[in-house]
């Protein structure tokens, strides 16, 4: 990978040296770099603050040799074929579909709640039918439904939503569901068969090599150069470039003249066990709010490893840190839309990313918005080259 100092990113010519300056070296600036450059020849300094590439979803393999993600669980899931695509020119994958498992009282059941999970908490031997019925009859319908609490009452009701999502949701953000945005807790799914999948969509796999392999194959070009450990305020007036694309917080970058938009943080806390194996699936999520932790990860079953000993994390929520959540309720949004009016009449500047547009986005959904904002880029830059060639002929 094309890795500079910022001696050589700031010396030479007085005239821009870079078309692009991009902020934030995860998926959505390493895409849009891939593409500018790949796509359309252009000139781009990727910059991240921290010393690695891939963002949130970085990878890499700890003192014991297992391969563990820095930034706690990360999973491929999509249903958009395109979005496969695309990331399958830097990767293989590796099949893989996620299952998770929930600690409520002495059961270890699924989650997302399903057959099992009833059958297992009530003792029960329903079928797919009778645990329809079952939910049903515990269901308590809410006219409407806004908050993470509502969506969950209505759907299993009080009991199952005290036993899985209100101290999860209390610890994961801090706030009580009724004070959270109904697109928090509609993420998990509620089923009366038997999937245990984590997740529904079409597409599941993780890349064969790792997360931080594919980005190295996706930023491998001679037109992208990348600066480390650099952190935008401190080359901003030093580089010459012609648009900046900003994938770090937007109320940072306007120096926070709204007020700061709330995000959630985590704190990680990696183990390596000298034994093979820890948990029975990868990942085990401890809903009790008097355990402090919301999940335990263990990694070798993401990633296919095989190794004498194991590596887990334990993720710890709080509210100072880097920030990994936007957390979604209407007042944020309210001042979000403020920053984003800025944004919206900055016309040198592009906004992209979970923390650029505020958005709690999966990593497909990211490269989606990379490859939309892309398009437009393209698409502007051709019918630019359209009237030049109109006006000159
Ligand atoms: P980021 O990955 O956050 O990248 C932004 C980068 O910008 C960072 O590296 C940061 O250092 C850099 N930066 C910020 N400000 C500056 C600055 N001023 N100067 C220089 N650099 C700066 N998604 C899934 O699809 N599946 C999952 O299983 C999944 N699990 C997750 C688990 C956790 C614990 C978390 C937190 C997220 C998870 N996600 C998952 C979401 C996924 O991490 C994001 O969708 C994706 O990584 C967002 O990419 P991004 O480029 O927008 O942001
Ligand atoms: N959630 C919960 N209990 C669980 C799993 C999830 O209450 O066992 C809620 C919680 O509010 C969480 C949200 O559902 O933040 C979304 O879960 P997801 O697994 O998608 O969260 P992420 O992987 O993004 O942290």
């Known amino acids: 990978m094309p890795q500079i100092t910022l001696e050589s990113a700031v010396s030479g010519s007085t005239a821009a040296r870079y078309d692009y300056l991009i902020v934030g070296a995860g998926f959505a600036g390493s895409v849009l770099a891939e593409r500018l450059s790949a796509g359309l020849g252009k ?12 963002g949130n979803a970085y990878d890499h393999f700890n003192e014991a ?32 579909e996620h299952r998770v498992l929930a600690q409520v009282a002495e059961h270890l059941v699924p989650i997302p709640i399903n057959l099992t999970t009833m059958n297992t908490l009530y003792g029960l031997q329903m ?10 009859s ?18 299993v009701g009080r009991e199952l939503y005290e036993l899985f999502f209100r101290g999860y949701t209390r610890k994961q953000w801090g706030l009580d569901p009724s004070e959270l945005d109904k697109s928090v807790t509609s993420r998990v799914p509620t089923r009366t068969n038997g999937d245990d999948r984590y997740f529904g969509d079409t597409f599941q796999m993780m890349p064969l090599d790792g997360y931080t392999r594919m980005f190295e194959r996706m930023l491998d070009q001679p037109n992208i150069d ?27 970058y306007y120096d926070y003249c709204f007020g700061k938009l709330p995000y959630r943080s985590l704190k990680f806390q990696h183990e390596t066990l000298n034994q093979a194996q820890f948990q029975p699936v990868s990942v085990v999520n401890y809903p009790d709010e008097a355990v402090p932790y919301t999940r335990i990860t263990e990694y070798k079953y993401l990633t296919g490893q095989t190794h004498p000993l194991t590596s887990i994390s334990y993720e710890f929520p709080c509210a100072d840190g880097d920030p990994y959540y936007p957390v979604p309720r209407a007042e944020n949004a309210e001042l979000y839309k403020r920053y ?54």
């Not at 990348?226 to 940072?252: A, C, K």
């Not at 398009?375 to 019918?383: G, M, S, V």
Request: hydrophobic share 40%; proline share 3%.
């Open 43 to 54: 000139r781009v300094l990727l910059i991240d603050r921290r010393e690695h590439i891939g």
């Open 65 to 96: 040799g297992i391969m563990v993600h820095r930034y706690g669980p990360h999973i491929f899931h999509t249903n958009a074929e395109r979005i496969v695509q695309y990331l399958s020119r830097f990767t293989e994958w590796r099949p893989y």
């Open 127 to 136: 079928t797919e039918a009778q645990a329809a019925e079952f939910l049903a």
């Open 138 to 155: 515990r269901a308590q319908p809410v006219d409407n439904v806004r908050t993470s609490e509502d969506i969950v009452i209505n759907q």
């Open 226 to 252: 990348i600066l480390l450990e650099t952190d935008f305020v401190d080359v901003r007036e030093q580089v010459n470039y012609g648009h900046l694309v900003y994938s770090g917080p937007i109320d940072e």
């Open 340 to 393: 984003k009016a800025l944004a919206d009449s900055a016309p040198n500047v592009s906004f992209l990313g979970r923390l650029g547009t505020y958005k709690y986005y999966n990593m497909d959904q990211v490269v989606g918005q990379a490859l939309a904002l892309y398009q437009r880029i393209a698409e502007a830059a051709a019918d630019a080259n359209a009237s030049a060639c109109g006006a000159s002929s």
